[in-house]
């Protein structure tokens, strides 16, 4: 089974907790497998399936 890369861009106004992005990086969500890749720096809490989701690599 293949992912799908997303490309979305995200903007955040550094919340509280989460994680601190820079663009181009990518995250993975450890249950379902979906990846995002940021075009902008940004933080915050990036989640999916109810899980923060984990840096990856390209």
Excluded: A, R, Y
């Excluded at 989460?18 to 995250?27: E, I, S």
């Excluded at 450890?30 to 902008?40: A, P, R």
């Excluded at 899980?51 to 390209?58: A, G, N």
């Amino acid at each position: 089974m293949s992912v799908e890369h997303l490309h979305i861009i995200m903007m955040f106004n550094n919340f509280n907790g989460g994680v601190t992005v820079k663009k181009g990086d990518m995250l993975e969500c450890t249950v379902c497998g979906n990846k995002i890749e940021f075009l902008e720096d940004g933080s915050g809490p990036i989640v999916c399936c109810d899980e923060e989701m984990q840096f990856t690599s390209k």
